[in-house]
């Protein structure tokens, strides 16, 4: 078996930070606990945890809530784990010992209430707050103690938070379960002096849907606890991991699985540890789909059903009890699937005027005391935009379109709900245009970006992602999660840092540049496309080099995660691969073996006699992704998670996946045995023989300083000469003399620019083969006298075309209010460029306004068009689209609207197919250039929430590809 080692690294960073800077009487320093530097040290501080030879006792009040006492015992296996000693955990109301750790929630503990009555600390900046919590080194606390690290929580999730922060510091990964990531061991821990607290989230329940859960957890499930149900056994970690990550919310799988009717303790112990349970989209009254299969009757239809439907929903919120939940309203058709054709307004209103009836009815509380949320999911929007609202009181949970883009936000002129909005968001989906289950495909810059969006116009409530089988979602969870606690802590220049402080959480300090490289880059690579929607001829095997610099990136990266691997100490290796190197090894492989299929074919076409090797390497590479899967199922942590990469991958044919991957069509040919020459040059899919008129390479010129390729390959059996010789001294080739070719022979072609001639000038290659044949190939260069007060710091013009990363602006005018801010490395090829801040007003492109300004040098003059590459964003506002404004030089802008024509993404328009399939929203404008020579194109700003990436100017010269032309020279961005 070949060797098949991945890992999926971890980074994570800034741990959720918010400050309460209040002043204390009697404390030394008030310090945001998520902010930077921790609070625990491995050598000195005011407090001694653990000393090398025992460990400070755990004191709990029994009072306190038994989840709190629960999570209390999970810190103490903590300690073990990093110091080897366990300390006592005591749950009574005396501490005893020289140092103690204590922990206790406001109004529950009577060991906290006793140091707030003495003045011993102050806890007035978190009491009556959400979740937060204070943890403090006190002197003297109590008779016969010395000293006491205390962490106190303004409620029980507060507590909870408190005590796995210093978990995760001690460090103890939020992923050791998960994951497999290795406590960070040390025989002596301290606490430093100072105060430290999160404040309050800004976001109120932030948590993760398990949806589409087969094959891979669901198969993983039944091989560890022996049953496809979800059980306690399971949830147990989930809910672990949520609380861990600072999360408090949770929708539970669903297809075919009820948490409650699976196994009754499922509720019983969410509610203990504090997790906040609903049910997804189209799940109300706190009942899975799954029941109404097993326990409903007759039609799921309201109109002809209304009866046993309120009896099922009614039993659904009795089971409830006051456990703590969000209650979900309305109605979607069966198998979440739309209700019917036309958005029926009044049947819906009735459904959720009485669907709270029956709330009141049960609970017998007031309405507005229950946390409920109508989810505004694909054709249930439309019953908004047509009028329909529910009382203030009810969450909205506003969508995305199952892709990552956000569909619609608040009106910000609209007055605040009580019941706020909320924001269900996808890192997995099955459904058109195709499922993506396998891996990670979501960068966080993309996240951060829509996410903020959503943040800025008062998304508030609920931040809620599918996360589909948890793994391998670690890292983006994380990120969602850390966001969600505060937005406004992370901005686009800290997310190249989130990268790093999440690979030193999950790796150490020894590798962080290395994971944070791979995983920012992996991520990239992976979100230009799916892996599921993948095809041989996505990348253009004839253009810009563009399939082979995708395998060469693929394995650069795989290499580099390879070395790593090797380096980290064996027990990192499982965790490593996970969460690093897996997502790196598969793909690569992957897009290999899809470009090779292409070439294949390609091959195929021309008679090329390597044309049934290809075939035989793509179908290697098919193995040896079983064989990849094979390692992680049941190699990797010796075999603990049993059916997690089972999900399929290859061979679609439709939207829905296969049920098994299917090896994609390769081509044999039979070969002559007589030797025959074949020639192909770059940027042509024609050949010789089949074509025999002069091949002409693309221009060379002096800025880029091209190299252009030319393959002679044999489409026979037997060996032949050939000679390739140029009529000018000034062209280079990397074999410039006869040699025997048994398959095919590559000739890269390059100009020596200190002895080309100036201007423009053509010459030729000569090709000799077996019976007389010859090729000619011509070469044209643009070897332009330079002046370089022209050409200095522009973009240059090159075989018709100038390509600019959105990144590489010249100048950005920023109007009063306004500021660009480059997102880095969001997009397919760099980085992406916005306006900010979202919520600022519309502006008239022109004088005054914010633009960005591209310096240019252009050869070519007449018609011109512009394709601004942009971020598939959707008009998530309350006007006809979202606009820019695009100019040369001091001429009126043109403004185009994004989104125009745009129809409902639920429908699956056909442009919405190819957006998200593409990942880009490409838009185009027509100019004339009255002459050659200096040019500025501006970028002018209309709406907020525009994200441009990419700039491409096309004279006519501009060839097929997926991500366009290579970047244009420029000397102001050479390295």
Request: hydrophobic content about 35%; charged content about 25%; some cysteine.
């Amino acid at each position: 078996m070949k060797r098949i080692i991945k890992i999926i690294s971890g980074l994570r960073e800034i741990r959720k930070s918010v400050a309460a800077l209040i002043p204390v009487i009697f404390i030394n320093t008030i310090i945001s606990a998520g902010t930077g530097d921790s609070y625990i040290s491995r050598t000195t501080g005011s407090f001694t945890m653990s000393s090398g030879v025992n460990s400070a006792a755990i004191f709990i009040s029994p009072d306190d809530y038994p989840g709190v006492i629960r999570v209390a015992k999970l810190l103490q296996t903590d300690i073990e784990k990093v110091t080897g000693i366990r300390p006592e955990l005591r749950t009574n109301d005396k501490p005893e010992g020289k140092e103690v750790i204590i922990a206790g929630t406001i109004g529950k503990s009577l060991l906290l209430d006793e140091l707030i009555r003495t003045n011993k600390i102050n806890v007035d900046d978190i009491r009556g707050k959400w979740e937060a919590s204070v943890l403090q080194v006190v002197d003297k606390p109590f008779d016969g103690v010395e000293k006491a690290f205390v962490i106190a929580g303004s409620d029980k999730r507060g507590t909870i938070f408190g005590i796995f922060d210093l978990s995760e510091k001690i460090g103890v990964s939020p992923w050791y379960w998960w994951a497999d990531v290795p406590v960070k061991k040390s025989d002596k821990l301290f606490v430093k002096s100072g105060r430290y607290t999160y404040g309050e989230p800004k976001v109120k329940y932030r948590g993760i849907f398990i949806n589409d859960e087969a094959p891979a957890l669901s198969g993983w499930s039944q091989a560890k606890y022996g049953t496809v149900q979800f059980n306690h056994h399971l949830y147990e970690n989930v809910f672990e991991l949520i609380l861990r990550l600072k999360g408090n919310f949770l929708w539970p799988a669903m297809w075919g699985r009820a948490f409650y009717d699976d196994d009754p303790i499922n509720p019983q112990l969410a509610d203990e540890y504090g997790i906040v349970i609903g049910t997804s989209h189209h799940e109300p009254m706190m009942r899975a789909h799954v029941e109404w299969q097993r326990y409903g009757s007759g039609p799921w239809n309201y109109e002809k059903n209304e009866v046993t439907l309120k009896d099922f929903w009614k039993k659904g919120i009795e089971r409830m009890g006051s456990y703590e939940s969000i209650v979900t309203l309305a109605m979607r058709g069966d198998g979440d699937e739309a209700m019917s054709s036309t958005a029926n307004v009044e049947l819906l209103q009735r459904i959720v005027n009485d669907q709270r009836e029956i709330l009141t009815e049960v609970t017998g509380k007031e309405i507005t005391e229950i946390p409920q949320v109508w989810a505004l999911y694909k054709e249930v929007q439309e019953y908004y935009d047509k009028g329909m609202r529910v009382p203030d009181d009810v969450t909205l949970l506003l969508c995305d379109d199952n892709w990552g883009n956000i569909r619609k936000l608040p009106n910000l002129n609209e007055k605040p709900r009580s019941g706020g909005y909320g924001m269900y968001y996808h890192y997995d989906y099955v459904g058109g245009p195709r499922n993506y289950k396998w891996l990670n495909t979501n960068q966080i810059e993309r996240v951060w970006q829509q996410m903020t969006l959503a943040y800025e116009y008062g998304v508030k409530e609920i931040w809620i992602v599918n996360v589909g089988d948890i793994k391998p979602m670690e890292f983006p969870i994380d990120f969602f999660l850390d966001l969600a606690w505060d937005p406004e802590k992370i901005s686009a220049e800290d997310l190249p840092a989130y990268y790093k402080h999440w690979a030193e959480e999950q790796f150490g300090s020894d590798y962080i540049d290395d994971v944070a490289e791979i995983l920012s880059k992996y991520t990239k690579f992976n979100s230009r496309r799916k892996p599921e929607l993948l095809a041989p001829d996505t990348y253009s095997l004839i253009h810009y080099q563009e399939a082979e610099q995708i395998v060469n990136d693929y394995k650069e990266l795989e290499e580099k995660a390879l070395s790593v691997y090797d380096e980290i100490p064996q027990s990192y290796r499982d965790a490593f691969y996970q969460l690093v190197l897996h997502p790196v090894e598969a793909c690569a492989n992957l897009n290999e073996m899809l470009v090779t299929i292409g070439k294949n074919r390609l091959y195929a076409k021309q008679g090329r006699a390597l044309t049934n090797k290809l075939a035989d390497k793509a179908e290697e590479l098919f193995e040896r992704d079983a064989e990849i899967t094979f390692y992680y199922n049941e190699v990797m942590a010796d075999g603990k998670w049993k059916h997690m990469m089972d999900q399929t991958h290859i061979g679609y044919t439709s939207w829905q996946q296969p049920d098994e991957n299917v090896m994609p069509e390769v081509r044999r040919i039979n070969i002559s045995g007589s030797a025959e020459m074949g020639v192909a040059i770059q940027g042509t899919e024609t050949w010789f023989p089949e074509d025999k008129r002069k091949f002409i390479l693309p221009v060379f010129d002096s800025f880029n300083k091209q190299n252009y390729y030319i393959d002679i390959f044999n489409r026979g059996e037997e060996p032949f000469e050939y000679s390739i010789k140029s009529d000018s001294d000034w062209i280079v080739l990397t074999k410039p003399f006869s040699e025997i070719i048994t398959t095919e022979q590559r000739i890269q072609v390059s100009i020596d620019w200190d002895k080309a001639p100036k201007g423009m000038n053509i010459s030729n290659i000569k090709i000799s083969g077996p019976a007389n044949e010859t090729v000619i190939v011509d070469v044209v260069i643009n070897n332009q006298e330079i002046n370089e007060a022209d050409f200095t710091n522009r973009f240059i013009e090159s075989n018709g075309y100038i390509s600019i990363e959105a990144e590489n602006y010249s100048d950005a005018i920023n109007s009063d209010g306004t500021s660009w801010a480059v997102i880095p490395n969001l997009g397919k090829t760099a980085s992406a460029v916005t306006l900010t801040p979202y919520t600022e007003v519309n502006q008239v492109p022109g004088d005054g306004g914010s633009c960005l300004k591209y310096d240019l040098y252009l050869f070519s003059s007449g018609e011109v068009k512009v394709n601004m590459y942009f971020s598939p964003t959707l008009n998530y506002g309350y006007s006809d689209g979202l606009y820019y404004g695009v100019s040369f030089n001091d001429k009126k802008p043109k403004v185009i609207n994004i989104t125009e024509g745009d129809t409902p993404d639920w429908k699956y328009p056909q442009y919405w197919n190819q957006q998200v399939s593409n990942n880009i929203r490409i838009k185009s404008t027509k100019h004339v250039i009255s002459k050659p020579g200096k040019h500025v194109l501006k970028f002018w700003a209309v709406n907020p929430g525009v994200v441009l990436q990419k700039i491409v100017i096309d004279f006519g010269g501009v060839k097929e590809s997926y991500l366009g032309p290579p970047e244009s020279f420029n000397s102001m961005i050479i390295n």
